[in-house]
């Protein structure tokens, strides 16, 4: 009888039972041993915001296979075949014994566990900031069952009426909307000039203006100095600018550091973003050894280069993939991330995959192009609801480097569909005639993506001339003085207006009314609408009667993001 | 000054004022004309069966801009700068002289339009079989305003009470809906063994059960022999197996004819599928004539043969490209079609994109490997819905050649995501590590389209041995004798069971439970539970306890297509 392979995985949310559940499964005869720290293990942390909010209210959802059985050490050993041991501690590797040392966190017990491959996935914990009284009851993160337990807590005792999140991240959204949704006062500080910065500038602002219309406050461009307190209990935020913000609760959400203290104690190679050097086996510098989930620097799959993605899907998919190398030797890679990702902000979604327009900038691609593209997600008799979308291009190869959607509209299929795009590498060329499934309870029938990239085609050849609303705001700011066109209905220019002295004609009048244009042919007009479709017709129309300089707006009064007069 | 180039588009729908709109965008010089036969024109087609059975009340919303201006001649010469006449018809084309000869079906007058550039965009009509009584009132289709008025009008008038829609394709299903939701009683008759061809058969039953559990009845595998009626007005369908059903409305939904008469006469090439023949600058066999939409077949982008493809997504970009090309010569080409489609049937949709299993062979792909994979949209504490999804892939290279998706989950976004892995000529390897949106109000960690590919991975590497609910009833129903094992829980078990003499032993208890399975190491074993997870764990270790002939039921008892216990 062959020898038994013993494959130790240290960490037992995600990416370790992933990887620890499949090397089983592909090979029956190995003995396959999660080593656990937390009391629990195969928590679904993504689902915490949902749980603290009260979207559901049994915590054993999060624990739980969909037929209802808890994942825990029982679970794993009868189902899985895997041996779990929670509430133990891997506190040191010797690679030449290739043993892990493991501490009881009841006892204190050592025991030292011999393995022929070790997967590490020790995730990642959150960033504390040093500064004062962030020690204080009351000052918490959102990380592990633990917080859940205390956050949930909080919404149940109706204790506290005031909080405020640090960090406008993803996970500080999300913690902003559960506690919002828990009858609490929310204030998010972000140090940043905006929040979800995976998205650009112009599309947070429209989140953020969203979070604020639902009664949670959003201050960006400010640091946090400290907290103060009383007794030990926090009281109170205090900013660099001087404000102090009374509160009880303390929600830091300012980024995950991987958790790579046994990875370099051993001697592992850790990379220049701070996370465990892998290869695309996910293999570490130690061939025994792989590692896989937030502990770990992926390659981008657009620049190639090395980041960070702590991302719950990706855990799972690296898992998958070291599960298998570790017991069947170097069989498949991992590719890397495209950075996609997505999440729930109130009524509104905010998605995003492959580079923002600043990431591509700092990436150094020299001819970025972009657009933002406004439409429903489905015909309007069908209830449909906004999207707003940028993509960004590569304007020398025509290749998409990455888009964004935000909106209350269907921005999850939006940015599957992108992110399957940039998975095929294609280009604008290659996706504006792109057959995608129609019918009137699910898209236009030219949907949003395909019209973003006709949008960004017609931009490419130059036929859509075309500023976005933060050049606009910037060439006004700076005293320029366009001849700005409205182009809506009067019904609609009385329900809602931007406000930047814009003149109304409308489009189906426009044609009659050259006379309320300005006389200099060289004057530079912007054009928009409502989403800015007819605000483009508005433009070829000045320009074939000979105006020189017509531009348009892009995404209309719904991608404003600046205030409006009404 | 240049001469203005006249551009006449013949069909005013969907195809004819895209080309229209877009030909007038590019060269804004142009006099550009729709000639249109039906009163209305820039009909949203695709909304009939929901203003017919009530969605929505406003008939203007079918002929509307999101903004609220009706689409009409009007609209078209103001806002869009195109000359739109409508009741008027096209009777023929001079090619010689160029120029169209019109019918005002007002007045009866004749004229000829000259043209520099003709674009046919002149649609299908529904097909209509040479049976008796099939002009007997209250024999209708769906397929004009005209129509829908009149089923609209059944509806408000609560008049009927018993109808039968003949044709169970995408619009036979969706009228089925309209009229059921209208409350009427329907009977839905199809010729072939199953409803909407785009599926294979076993998806297509599940969407086929579902209608029957909305109360609408469903018998395929029969043909109408004839329309029987008093006084000209339907009183019932006969069936050639004898049966006659009662009723005072038949709605024919049993395909469309593309109409080529036009381009027929005036010597244009007709192509084999019987769509009218044109190059992928959509150009016909006479460089100045242009046709688009559901009048002309297309090139199939997995298989490269010709094929028709009437689809209100394609109409639009076909009629895109053909506009630019007939304007500024030949420029950008359209490449064909992937089959995408998509439709909701009552909670259920059904989606497809690229080849079914059917199709695939019929293609002559020799060596087509499938696989189904059921499961949540999303995590069980979000309030998920179920998806079941078949695969199609060319075993030989890896490549995915098509994807099916029914249930009740979000199978827009599934379809919608395969299409673009086609669009890309993704394989298998390829979307394995896919990095898709993640999070909880979305799906799953491993989305259902990972998952899938995920499934058909394991099974192209020989580690899934399965087989489909089909092969498994074949095989009963020859009398052989599996043993079936269903390894979930024992209240599952209670509360809905397949009944095929399956023995019951939970996934956590059979690695102790051995000696209750088959003593015949080479007995079929056949294993699966709610949706084939814990089924394909199951095999694994029966397999690794030394079990040679073990298979699992793909999909489980979620996708178990024929009639349950319970
Ligand atoms: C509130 C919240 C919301 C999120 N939402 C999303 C989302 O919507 N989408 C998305 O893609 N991602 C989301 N994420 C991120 C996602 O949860 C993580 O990417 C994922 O959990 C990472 O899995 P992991 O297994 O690598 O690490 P972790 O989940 O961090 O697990 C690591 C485990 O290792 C254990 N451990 C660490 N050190 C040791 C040691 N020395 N010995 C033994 N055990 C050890 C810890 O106890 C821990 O349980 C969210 C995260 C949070 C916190
Ligand atoms: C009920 C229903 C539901 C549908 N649902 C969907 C769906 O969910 N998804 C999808 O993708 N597709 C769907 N379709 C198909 C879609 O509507 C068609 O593909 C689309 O309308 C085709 O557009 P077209 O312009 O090519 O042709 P048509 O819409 O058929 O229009 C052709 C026009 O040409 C005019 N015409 C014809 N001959 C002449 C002539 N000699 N002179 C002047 N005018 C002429 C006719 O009056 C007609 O209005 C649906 C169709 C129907 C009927
Ligand atoms: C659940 C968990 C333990 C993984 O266990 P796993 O056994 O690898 O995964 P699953 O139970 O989902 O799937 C088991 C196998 O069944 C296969 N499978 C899934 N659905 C199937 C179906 N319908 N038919 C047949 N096989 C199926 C899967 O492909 C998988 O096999 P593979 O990975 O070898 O290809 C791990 O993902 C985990 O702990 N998750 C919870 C936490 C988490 O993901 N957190 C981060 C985000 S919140
Ligand atoms: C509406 C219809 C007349 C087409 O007219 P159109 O002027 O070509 O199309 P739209 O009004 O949608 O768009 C106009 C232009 O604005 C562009 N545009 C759309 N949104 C924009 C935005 N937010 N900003 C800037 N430009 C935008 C489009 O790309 C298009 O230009 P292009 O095609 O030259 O690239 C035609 O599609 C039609 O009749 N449809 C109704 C029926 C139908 O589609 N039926 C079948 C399915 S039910
Ligand atoms: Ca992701
Ligand atoms: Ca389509």
């Keep these: 009888m062959k020898e038994r392979k013993r494959i130790v995985v240290i960490g037992g949310s995600a990416a370790g039972p992933k990887a620890a559940a499949r090397a089983k499964r592909l090979d029956p005869d190995a003995e396959v041993t999660i080593i656990q720290k937390a009391p629990e293990m195969s928590m679904a942390s993504c689902g915490y915001p949902y749980y603290v909010g009260g979207v559901f209210d049994n915590r054993n959802a999060l624990l739980s296979t969909p037929y209802g059985e808890v994942r825990d050490p029982h679970f794993f050993v009868h189902t899985k075949g895997v041996k779990a041991r929670t509430l133990t501690e891997a506190v040191s590797i010797d690679r030449e014994g290739r043993t892990v040392r493991c501490r009881d966190l009841h006892s204190g017990d050592l025991d030292d566990v011999p393995y022929d491959k070790l997967i590490l996935a020790t995730g990642a914990r959150p960033r504390k900031p040093p500064i004062p009284g962030v020690d204080l009851v009351g000052v918490t993160t959102l990380q592990s069952m633990k917080d859940a337990d205390f956050l949930r807590r909080i919404r149940d005792d109706k204790s506290i009426t005031k909080a405020v999140v640090i960090g406008g991240g993803l996970i500080g959204i999300e913690t902003c909307e559960a506690l919002q949704l828990s009858g609490i006062d929310i204030t998010v500080i972000e140090m940043l000039p905006q929040i979800l910065m995976f998205l650009d500038w112009e599309l947070a602002k429209i989140l953020e203006n969203h979070v604020r219309s ?40 300012i980024g995950v550091i991987p958790n790579t203290d046994l990875a370099r104690d051993a001697g592992l190679d850790i990379g220049q973003t701070g996370g465990i050097a892998v290869d695309d086996f996910m293999q570490t510098s130690d061939p025994h050894i792989y590692a896989v989930g937030d502990c770990v620097e992926l390659v981008h799959r657009i620049t190639g280069k090395k980041t960070r993605a702590p991302f719950g899907d990706l855990a799972n998919l690296e898992g998958r993939v070291a599960g298998e190398n570790a017991v069947l030797g170097n069989q498949v890679t991992f590719p890397g991330t495209l950075h996609t990702g997505i999440c729930k902000v109130f009524d509104f979604s905010a998605g995003s995959t492959g580079l923002s327009e600043l990431r591509a900038r700092q990436e150094g691609y020299e001819n970025v192009v972009t657009v933002i593209n406004a439409s429903l997600d489905k015909p309007e008799f069908m209830g449909a609801k906004l999207l707003i979308s940028k993509m960004v291009v590569d304007g020398n190869t025509g290749k998409i480097l990455g888009v964004q959607c935000v909106g209350p509209g269907d921005v999850a299929k939006q940015i599957a569909t992108a992110a399957m795009a940039l998975h095929g590498k294609l280009t604008v060329a290659d996706v504006v005639n792109a057959d995608l499934p129609y019918a009137p309870p699910f898209s236009l029938p030219i949907d949003h993506f395909i019209a973003t990239a006709h949008l960004m085609e017609n931009k490419l050849k130059g036929r859509l001339k075309s500023m976005s609303p933060i050049e606009l705001k910037k060439n006004l700011d700076a005293g320029k003085d366009p001849f700005i066109l409205d182009v809506r209905t009067p019904d609609e220019f009385e329900a809602v207006r931007i406000g930047i002295g814009e003149t109304l004609i409308p489009i189906g009048e426009l044609r009659h009314r050259f006379e309320d244009l300005p006389e200099d042919r060289d004057r530079e007009i912007v054009c928009f609408c409502k989403i800015s479709l007819r605000g483009y017709e508005a433009a070829l129309v000045l320009e074939s009667a000979g105006w020189r300089n017509v531009k348009v707006l892009e995404g209309g009064v719904m991608a404003w993001p600046f205030g409006r007069e009404k």
């Design 214 to 253: 639902n009664a949670a406050n959003v201050i960006t461009d400010v640091k946090v100095a400290g907290f103060v307190g009383e007794n030990g209990q926090l009281t109170g935020v205090k900013l660099e600018n001087g404000t102090e913000l009374p509160c009880h609760l303390a929600v830091l959400a």
